[in-house]
């Protein structure tokens, strides 16, 4: 049962453009979202956050974007660099005894040159 | 100055075997947590401490034993490993139960043949 999905493996696109990256969800106690960045042979690193409450966050060249009703977040990185080259993963996040994240499958972005 | 850390980075042993991965973090956080990224490419909560305490245990075989000797230490033992338990193993922590941002180690290998 996949709570948290990203449906697309991987997406390229070229230096300065934007990227996209898409995630939905099913549990709608989830209240807040967050995006991972990672490396290959390193641990995610986070990268930005957004409550439930709220439809936009930004920060830099990142910009999360919630629409509650279709269960669905994105993340948009303008201009993309090639260091932006990385596995992104979507978590979410539910209020409880602890905040334990519920990670996406993660999109393999390729900034191109 | 690392943040989490983890050792080993690899551990290849045979089936059967019983090894330990160790995490400490440096960062004054009371949570602490492991995670499971499996060959689907997934992180799955396996378990949660807070102070030294067992917060969550997330339908993990009881081979998997953690222990926590101080708020800054979470090692993670397993008995009689099986093929099924290779995986990337991710030690995580955050500030207290109710943070939203986690901060990753970078990982441990382990590879059972």
């Known amino acids: 049962d996949q709570q948290v999905k990203q449906n697309s493996p991987s997406l390229s696109v070229q230096e300065g453009r934007i990227s996209i990256l898409n995630c939905d969800y099913t549990n709608s106690m989830f209240d807040y979202f967050l995006w991972y960045k990672k490396y290959p042979a390193e641990g995610p690193t986070f990268l930005i956050s957004i409550s439930s409450i709220k439809d936009k966050n930004e920060d830099g060249r990142f910009t999360v974007f919630l629409n509650k009703s279709a269960k669905h977040l994105s993340l948009h990185i303008v201009p993309s660099q090639p260091g932006d080259s990385a596995v992104y993963f979507c978590?979410?996040?539910?209020?409880?005894?602890?905040?334990?994240?519920?990670f996406g499958s993660g999109t393999q972005l390729t900034v191109l040159p | 100055d690392t943040a989490v850390s983890q050792t080993p980075k690899y551990l290849v042993t045979q089936m059967g075997n019983d090894k330990s991965i160790k995490c400490e973090q440096n960062l004054g956080h009371d949570t602490m947590y492991w995670y499971k990224q499996d060959s689907k490419k997934f992180l799955k909560i396996m378990f949660s401490?807070?102070?030294?305490?067992?917060?969550i245990n997330e339908t993990v075989p009881n081979r998997f034993s953690p222990k926590s000797p101080d708020k800054a230490h979470l090692n993670l033992h397993i008995n009689s490993l099986e093929l099924g338990d290779s995986a990337v193993y991710f030690c995580a922590s955050s500030q207290d139960l109710l943070a939203i941002e986690q901060y990753f180690g970078p990982g441990t290998r382990l590879t059972v043949t």
């Open positions: 401490y807070n102070n030294k305490e067992l917060i």
């Open positions: 978590a979410a996040s539910v209020a409880g005894s602890a905040r334990q994240l519920t």
